[in-house]
């Protein structure tokens, strides 16, 4: 009975805690839009010109093409591997539904279950696909950050306060630690963990090095389509784009906010000071276009195509069954 009333009490209180986080961004970033004009975010887009969006688009695919990685790991370790072209499959429907619709944990299983539920895999096996994706992210944003601190002085600068270098740079180390910790556990050949009688495998040494290396690709193609749709942001001001990019998204995915709306906004531009806001905003709308809503729109086609594709093969299949004979009642 407790938990039975917890849960809707807990589900009531995520929902009102997002929507307050919603809200604080949207009010920060009202107030951010009220120092710019509509006409100099127009004419900072303008500049930006098509090389640059074709050059944006192309590290967004390397990205995506990168996160199937995760899945294919993920299926390796639970003993269903699967042929690339179904994981790339699940991979890039499942996290363009969580990028743009929040929840990620809940409308990426739901999306992996579509697909790979017609390959022959269980709600277990998806579910442990699920948890072990969500450890490759992570693991590589524990890294990136990590090591963003370690060897960039005042990346962790805001709003022009900052630490000092070496209170920064033990933070990124106890980081990065975590990182070797989890390393160091598959090194010593640990198969598994879990709780009571759920349990979840774990990956070799060799494909824990994989999630991670994916992993920080994956940010670093990611961040790099915001970077190349700012043509007034020097080079060396990579790195902080880099670290307002994954703060932002982690900021994204801790709240379930749906799509990062106003929150990943509003968190970049506070995390990248000293650069024309109008030319942030414009980047970030044109990043939206590239990174989110074309991929979402993509992703939603091929989850049609496939539906539409299996509930046909099943039809098929039904109607190739042979029929039995109906017995015959004497007399």
Same mark, same amino acid.
């Given at each position: 009975?407790?938990?039975?009333?917890?849960?809707?009490? %807990?589900?009531?209180?995520?929902?009102?805690?997002?929507?307050?986080?919603?809200?604080?961004?949207?009010?920060?970033?009202?107030?951010?839009?009220?120092?710019?004009?509509?006409?100099?975010?127009?004419?900072?887009?303008?500049?930006?010109?098509?090389? *640059?969006?074709?050059?944006?688009?192309?590290?967004?695919?390397?990205?995506?093409?990168?996160?199937?990685?995760?899945?294919?790991?993920?299926? %390796?370790?639970?003993?269903?591997?699967?042929?690339? *072209?179904?994981?790339?499959?699940?991979?890039?429907?499942?996290?363009?539904?969580?990028?743009?619709?929040?929840?990620?944990? &809940?409308? @990426?299983?739901?999306?992996?279950?579509?697909?790979?539920?017609?390959?022959?895999?269980?709600?277990?096996?998806?579910?442990?696909?699920?948890?072990?994706?969500?450890?490759?992210?992570?693991?590589?944003?524990? &890294?990136?950050? @990590?090591?963003?601190?370690?060897?960039?002085?005042?990346?962790?600068? &805001?709003?022009?306060?900052?630490?000092?270098?070496?209170?920064?740079?033990?933070?990124?180390?106890?980081?990065?630690?975590?990182?070797?910790?989890?390393?160091?556990?598959?090194? *010593?050949?640990? %198969?598994?963990?879990?709780?009571? #009688?759920? #349990?979840?495998?774990?990956?070799?040494?060799?494909? @824990?090095?994989?999630?991670?290396?994916?992993?920080?690709?994956? &940010?670093?193609?990611?961040?790099?389509?915001?970077?190349?749709?700012?043509?007034?942001?020097?080079?060396?001001?990579?790195?902080?784009?880099?670290?307002?990019?994954?703060?932002?998204?982690?900021?994204?995915?801790?709240?379930?906010?749906?799509?990062?709306?106003?929150?990943?906004?509003?968190?970049?531009?506070?995390?990248?000071?000293?650069?024309?806001?109008?030319?942030?905003?414009?980047?970030?709308?044109?990043?939206?276009?590239?990174?989110?809503?074309?991929?979402?729109?993509?992703?939603?086609?091929?989850?049609?195509?496939?539906?539409?594709?299996?509930? *046909?093969? %099943? @039809?098929?299949?039904?109607?190739?069954?042979?029929?039995?004979?109906?017995?015959?009642?004497?007399?």
């Amino acid at each position: 009975m407790a938990s039975s009333t917890s849960s809707p009490l %807990k589900t009531a209180l995520s929902v009102v805690i997002m929507v307050a986080i919603m809200a604080a961004a949207f009010h920060g970033l009202s107030k951010v839009l009220s120092e710019v004009s509509f006409d100099e975010i127009r004419a900072a887009m303008s500049r930006v010109g098509w090389g *640059r969006i074709a050059i944006a688009t192309c590290f967004g695919i390397a990205s995506y093409l990168v996160l199937t990685g995760y899945d294919v790991i993920a299926l %390796k370790t639970i003993g269903r591997p699967l042929p690339w *072209r179904q994981a790339a499959k699940a991979s890039f429907v499942s996290y363009n539904l969580s990028h743009n619709l929040g929840f990620a944990v &809940l409308t @990426g299983a739901v999306a992996r279950f579509r697909i790979y539920s017609a390959a022959g895999l269980n709600v277990a096996d998806i579910a442990k696909i699920t948890v072990l994706t969500g450890v490759s992210f992570w693991v590589g944003v524990l &890294l990136m950050l @990590g090591l963003c601190l370690v060897f960039i002085p005042d990346v962790a600068s &805001l709003a022009g306060y900052s630490i000092g270098h070496g209170a920064q740079a033990a933070i990124g180390i106890a980081i990065v630690s975590l990182n070797a910790l989890y390393l160091a556990i598959l090194s *010593r050949g640990v %198969k598994e963990l879990g709780f009571r #009688r759920w #349990r979840v495998p774990l990956p070799t040494a060799r494909r @824990g090095v994989a999630q991670c290396g994916l992993s920080v690709l994956d &940010l670093f193609f990611a961040a790099s389509v915001l970077a190349v749709l700012m043509p007034g942001v020097d080079i060396s001001l990579y790195p902080q784009v880099l670290v307002a990019y994954v703060a932002a998204f982690v900021t994204v995915m801790i709240t379930h906010t749906p799509g990062g709306a106003g929150v990943l906004e509003f968190v970049v531009v506070m995390l990248i000071p000293g650069v024309d806001k109008a030319e942030v905003i414009a980047a970030l709308i044109l990043f939206r276009l590239v990174y989110h809503i074309g991929p979402f729109l993509l992703a939603v086609g091929l989850l049609v195509a496939h539906e539409t594709t299996h509930r *046909r093969s %099943k @039809g098929a299949g039904k109607q190739g069954l042979p029929q039995t004979a109906e017995p015959q009642v004497a007399g």
